[in-house]
Every structure is written in structure tokens, then in C-alpha cells.
């Protein structure tokens, strides 16, 4: 069975971190491009960042660029978030995709994992 999980979320306080982490099981993630997206309450899921099968190029929206980090290890058949300088704003369930075809900006990922909540309060 194909399946993608997401783990690491939780409450953060602000300028705190989390690592998030996407683990694949029932195929092998390292042709697949990973992408990270997130949906806050009341809004459209946005995309966060994404990393290519290699792991060579990596790609992030500009409300994460510098705090961000995407990483994979293909070994463990899995790709991490890892979240610095975390503020308000970053509140939201995060979920990662698996992508075949597409990748960067425009990943469209076949496979979705279930997210997990990121919440950034004091």
C-alpha cells in the first residue's frame, strides 16, 4: 500500500523549531520529487517548498526562504521540514506530496500524506 506520513508536528513558541518529517512506505521515494505544502484555517493550501529525487535542487515560497530548509534521505525513504524562526503565520497543517512527473513550483504531487498541525503560539 502506498501511503505517505507526515510526523514532528506540535506548539512551537514563536522564533522556536520543529523538523517535520515524510516517511514513504509501499514505494521507493528517490525518483519521486517531494513537495511541502500547508493550509491554515479559512485559507487555500499554499505551497511551502519542494526538493528534485536527487536532492540536488530545492525550491521555496518566499514567506519561508531563510527559515526553511527541505533535506531527503533517500536511505531512509524520507524527506524532512525543518522550520527555524517559526512565527504566527506558519500555523497551519502541513502535508507533503510525492511527485513522478512534476517538480519545483509545480509539483503536483500523485501521492498525499494525511498532514500534520504546526502551531506557532506562546
Known amino acids: 500500500q502506498v501511503q505517505l506520513v507526515e510526523s514532528g508536528g506540535g506548539l512551537v513558541q514563536p522564533g522556536g523549531s520543529l523538523r517535520l518529517s515524510c516517511a514513504a512506505s509501499?514505494?521507493?521515494?528517490?525518483?519521486?520529487?517531494i513537495g511541502w505544502f500547508r493550509q491554515a484555517p479559512g485559507k487555500e493550501r499554499e505551497f511551502v517548498g519542494a526538493?528534485?529525487?536527487?536532492?540536488?535542487?530545492?525550491y521555496y515560497a518566499d514567506s519561508v526562504k531563510g527559515r526553511f530548509t527541505i533535506s531527503r534521505d533517500n536511505a531512509k525513504n524520507t524527506a524532512y521540514l525543518q522550520m527555524n524562526s517559526l512565527k504566527s503565520e506558519d500555523t497551519a497543517v502541513y502535508s507533503c506530496?510525492?511527485?513522478?512527473?512534476?517538480?519545483?513550483?509545480?509539483?503536483?504531487?500523485?501521492?498525499w500524506g494525511q498532514g500534520t498541525q504546526v502551531t506557532v503560539s506562546s
Open positions: 506530496g510525492a511527485s513522478w512527473s512534476t517538480y519545483g513550483y509545480n509539483l503536483r504531487p500523485d501521492y
Open positions: 526538493i528534485s529525487g536527487s536532492g540536488d535542487s530545492t
Open positions: 509501499g514505494f521507493t521515494l528517490d525518483y519521486y520529487a
